[in-house]
């Protein structure tokens, strides 16, 4: 069964410092895959996806992240957190050409230190 | 342009009775899904509209059901209310029945009490 993995629950960063969130996925084929993040109370909001090509993906907010196939992972950088950050962080995938359902991790609570 | 909307915002019930929660997704998208996000999990799909029909259905009991509107907008509605249905419910939007990317409304915040 497909299935997304979110092996932290909880990050604290200082401000400045580089942040990698981990996500691992189970499919067998290539998924599409997404990072959403979520402020307090609020609803999802897309930073990325990646679907084909390029393994590397630019996301809104200065975040990237990086498909790795051999390790079945697409973890979430930023080379530098700033305060605003703070808030929690899903991973989802889906199966190509198949409907909308989309499958999300448990998610990662960042916080940010000053 | 607006964003996915929902409709209300917060909600307070009490066991046994039904819910009925609205969404209206962004203008040209056809198809609405539906999300319950429980304290401290991530989303878990319940249903996927599209052009007024079901698409997907997830792992939910038939208390819960759904519909979508010759306008595109969608109701959730949840049967004999039980404590664990507390959640925020998630309203996402695209423009296909496998569109490439959705765009989630702010939620329902529903407590069963």
């Known amino acids: 069964a497909q299935s997304v993995t979110q092996p932290d629950i909880h990050i604290t960063v200082s401000e400045g410092a580089s942040l990698e969130l981990r996500c691992n996925y189970s499919?067998?084929?290539?998924?599409?895959l997404f990072w959403y993040v979520q402020s307090p109370g609020q609803g999802l909001q897309l930073l990325l996806k990646y679907f084909s090509g390029d393994t590397l993906v630019q996301g809104i907010k200065g975040f990237e992240a990086e498909f790795k196939r051999s390790q079945s992972s697409f973890n979430l950088r930023k080379p530098s957190v700033h305060w605003s950050d703070a808030a929690e962080y899903f991973c989802?995938?889906?199966?190509?050409?198949?409907?909308?359902?989309?499958?999300f991790g448990t998610g990662t609570l960042l916080a940010v230190q000053p | 342009d607006a964003g996915v909307t929902q409709s209300p915002t917060h909600l307070i019930k009490t066991r046994g009775q039904q819910v009925t929660l609205r969404c209206s997704p962004i203008s040209g998208h056809k198809s609405v899904s539906w999300y319950q996000q429980v304290l401290g999990q991530g989303p878990q799909f319940i249903f996927q509209y599209y052009e007024k029909e079901e698409r997907g259905r997830g792992n939910f009991p038939d208390r819960f059901s759904a519909r979508q509107f010759p306008n595109y907008s969608s109701e959730l509605n949840v049967n004999a209310l039980l404590l664990g249905d507390s959640a925020l419910y998630l309203c996402a939007s695209s423009q296909l029945e496998a569109g490439e990317t959705q765009y989630f409304g702010p939620g329902t915040r529903l407590l069963v009490l």
């Open positions: 499919y067998g084929a290539t998924p599409y």
């Open positions: 989802a995938s889906r199966r190509s050409g198949a409907t909308n359902k989309l499958i």
